[in-house]
């Protein structure tokens, strides 16, 4: 029998109230699901900004032609996951430490940070991205290993929040995974 269209299946990916994406160290005990709660080890990100997050998926491929140019049979030889976004809370220490790397930023918001602009890497991430879908459904998505590798530019203008945008590369995990999701909607629920 055919598949049909069904509108209830059809949805808008919005972060929790709580907050969308968490970061913790490499080695925290990962969610296997999208309801459970983060490990504590998780620090919320705060607010992104209203762009939302981007997955990009890029496939390579080697064709095999035979003579005569046709293509015969074809290969994957990389495959790259990246997630982008903007973090827009600038005076939150957990995303200068994200940003910069723990080692760079010192101090407490209260008492006066400092952050120091250097060539060190800021490291692995876990990073868990959590969504509510229409219908009162939940999405997470995992990235058990995640390194930032882009950063754009950071602008200071009286018109615009000051944000870090942020282009995390997925590394393997143990199992050749980049990257999991995890939906449910409660049954019932349109």
């Not at 049909?4 to 929790?16: E, L, R």
């Not at 913790?24 to 999208?34: E, F």
């Not at 995640?146 to 950071?154: A, F, H, I, K, R």
């Given at each position: 029998m055919p598949t049909?269209?069904?509108?209830?299946?059809?949805?808008?990916?919005?972060?929790?109230v709580s907050g969308a994406i968490f970061s913790?160290?490499?080695?925290?005990?990962?969610?296997?699901?999208?309801t459970t709660a983060l490990n504590a080890s998780f620090n919320g990100l705060g607010y992104v900004g209203q762009d939302g997050l981007v997955h990009?998926?890029?496939?390579?491929r080697e064709n095999f032609r035979a003579w005569g140019g046709d293509i015969v049979d074809t290969e994957v030889t990389e495959k790259t996951d990246t997630f982008k976004?903007?973090?827009?809370?600038?005076?939150?220490?957990?995303?200068?430490?994200?940003?910069?790397?723990?080692?760079?930023?010192?101090?407490?918001?209260?008492?006066g940070l400092t952050v120091k602009g250097n060539g060190i890497d800021p490291g692995e991430h876990s990073i868990a991205v959590e969504m509510i879908l229409r219908g009162g459904g939940a999405k997470r998505i995992v990235i058990p290993r995640?390194?930032?590798?882009?950063?754009?530019?950071?602008v200071y203008r009286d018109n615009e929040?000051?944000?870090?945008?942020?282009?995390?590369l997925c590394i393997a995990d143990t199992d050749g995974n980049t990257y999991y999701e995890y939906i449910v909607r409660p049954a019932g629920s349109t």
């Open positions: 049909t269209n069904t509108a209830n299946q059809v949805s808008v990916g919005k972060p929790k913790a160290p490499i080695g925290t005990t990962l969610p296997t699901d999208a990009s998926n890029s496939l390579t976004f903007t973090l827009i809370e600038s005076l939150n220490a957990d995303v200068l430490k994200f940003v910069h790397g723990s080692g760079n930023v010192a101090g407490s918001l209260a008492s995640g390194v930032l590798s882009e950063l754009g530019d950071v929040v000051i944000g870090y945008a942020c282009s995390i």
